[in-house]
């Protein structure tokens, strides 16, 4: 088999990085471990920053999006038992965020490169990526029981923190920069009519909650736990028990509950992979970076790369211009970084630290007090939550 551009894993990152060279006249085929199913039902995100919804409209694969997702203008950061609104529109010139699952914009891209005659492999994994160091790369993958090669002229590594791609990379040609949390999320789908219309992200003396939702029938609610918790000691008796002691306020706020259909543990984790490019692999995505998912940025930093990695293969497969593939991993580490800063911070200011270090705890609630009360600081929330334009950061 032979393409241009061979894209390992399909994610939110590999199926826009086809989607986008498919309509700029690059070839590829995404190759995916996993089956159609399982990749259209992983629920992970759920915010999409205003960025994202405009690379999605302006390529044509929103209709549903905007049918069924959820545009708010601003979240609510609760403490000490009331609650205060960040608008983040009027913060932000206007910008929004839309509530619309990962899972529905992936289901929305398949089908579209599907129809657009594209190339998805599903249950092809990849089993070694090699030659990145010339002009002709490639990638062994097990299909139908068998080994396989695809050639190409360009790698894309999109195929997720535990991916083979960025393990590729030899020895001492790769930094790591990480940092691991001390907590987890434990994640929850609900049949159960949302509580507010916008998100709250709580701080309280128990630990972190946040009450999300994914449509006006179902909620996403999460829970600060320990790293190594189970699911089996959360009856879901306790996790409602849990989050109505959390999100308490004095005014009386009531949760609304449901039945629970998913629950997952969600480890808590910063982490960056320098450089995003050795020779004619790019590495994008989860597969290069990952933030733990208070900011609400995961999904949109993948959108973020392939944008600019799909710019970059159009100049050099039409014009051989290699100017915007040396300038990808410089251009996506600015990104990267503002948004690792951010998502610590988000997550530093509202998670129980330390065994409850009153310090700690103090030092939060002064922090969570000044952005609420200050128009900068609610500013540099807003504008960073929302995401900044590309060419921002
Ligand atoms: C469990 C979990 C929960 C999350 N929850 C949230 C959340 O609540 N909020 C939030 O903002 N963010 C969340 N995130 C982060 C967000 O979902 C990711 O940042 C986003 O999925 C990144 O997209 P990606 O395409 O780079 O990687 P992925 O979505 O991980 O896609 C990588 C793809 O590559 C495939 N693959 C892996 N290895 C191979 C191989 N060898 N060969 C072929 N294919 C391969 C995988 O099956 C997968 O389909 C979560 C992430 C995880 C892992």
Known sequence: METQVAIVG?????????????RAGVESVVLEARTREHVEQRVRAGVLEQGTV?????????????????????LELRFGGAGHRIALSDLAGGRAITVYGQQEVVKDLIAARLEAGGEVRFEAEATAVEDFDG????????????????????????????????????AGALSGFEREYPFAWLGILARARPSSEELIYTHSDRGFALHSMRSPEVTRNYLQVAPDERLDAWPDERIWEELRARMATDDGFELSEGEIFDKGITPMRSFVAEPMRFGRLFLAG??????????????????ADVRVLARALRDFFERGDEAGLD????????RVWRVQHFSWWMTSMLHRMDAGDPFEAKLQRSQLEYVCGSHAAATTLAENYVGLELEDA
């Open 135 to 170: 002009d002709r790369p490639r990638v062994r993958f097990r299909a139908g029981g068998e080994e396989q090669e695809l050639r190409c002229a360009v790698v894309a590594g999109c195929d997720g923190f535990h991916g083979v791609s960025r393990r590729a990379v030899p």
């Open 286 to 303: 989860d597969a290069a970076h990952i933030v733990p998912p208070t900011g609400a940025k995961g999904l949109n930093l993948a959108v």
């Open 54 to 74: 405009d690379v999605l409209t302006e390529t044509g694969v929103a209709g549903r999006l905007h049918r069924e997702g959820m545009v708010h203008r601003g």
């Open 10 to 22: 399909a994610g939110p990152a590999g199926l826009l990085l086809g989607h986008l060279l498919q």
């Open 327 to 334: 300038g990808y991993s410089d251009r996506c580490l600015r």
